[in-house]
């Protein structure tokens, strides 16, 4: 017994004469049904075992769209058993309960439906959150297996370490090929020419000098 039953119930009931009010709680009725039947449709939809989540988005959708439909029109009855002058008094009591029972139970359904619809929401933004983690932890790991190998790191010191030995030898050559003479002196002979070698013997003359200050 649901809300379109209990309209199809109370028209039979009550609306006897074709006014502009009974044409309205007609128009709900037929609202009702149309609505209920499509509904139905996506309801099965969601209950087949073939389902996909966006099946199940979009029936809770059209669920909550449907209910909030036979809602409006419920209310719009209810408003005119209470404003119109000839079903104020002619609907009895019990029908008003029965009407606001009717009420209450579709504005529950859609509180339901709304709730299961933000809880997948959340459902989905920790799934999110989750497939982010876990990217950022394969990103991660990727660069984990990235390093070098502990041979390549050793290679690696060890190329460091020979251009750091290169450098200092090319240092010491720059150094030892600075000839500094030992008193302040003035150059008055070279007796090597570039590219000539020479030996560290007193013999090997390489430049001839002469004191500023005599010794």
């Known amino acids: 017994y649901n809300a379109l039953d209990f309209v199809k119930e109370f028209i039979k009931e009550y609306v006897t004469i074709d006014d502009d009010d ?3 709680i007609r128009e709900a009725r037929d609202k009702i049904e149309s609505t209920e039947e499509t509904a139905k449709l996506y309801l099965e939809i969601a209950q087949s075992d073939s389902v996909s989540d966006e099946d199940v988005e979009k029936a809770l959708l059209v669920m909550r769209d449907s209910l909030e439909i036979i809602l409006n029109n419920l209310e719009m009855i209810r408003g005119i058993v209470d404003e119109s002058a000839v079903y104020k008094t002619k609907v009895s009591a019990a029908d008003r309960v029965s009407l606001d029972t009717q009420k209450a139970n579709i504005n529950s359904a859609l509180v339901d439906v709304i709730g299961s ?9 920790n799934i999110e959150m989750a497939q982010t983690k876990l990217q950022e932890a394969e990103d991660n790991l990727d660069l984990v297996r990235a390093k070098a190998r502990q041979v390549d790191i050793d290679l690696y010191e060890t190329q460091i370490k020979q251009a750091q030995a290169r450098v200092r030898l090319y240092e010491n050559q720059i ?5 500094r003479s030992p008193v302040k002196s003035q150059v008055i002979a070279v007796h090597k020419r570039e590219g000539e070698m020479a030996q560290a013997i007193p013999q090997d003359v390489v430049i001839s000098l002469l004191p500023v200050v005599p010794f």
């Open 175 to 179: 150094e030892n090929s600075i000839m």
């Open 117 to 125: 619809q933000q809880t997948i929401s959340s459902m989905k933004l």
């Open 22 to 24: 009974g044409r309205k």
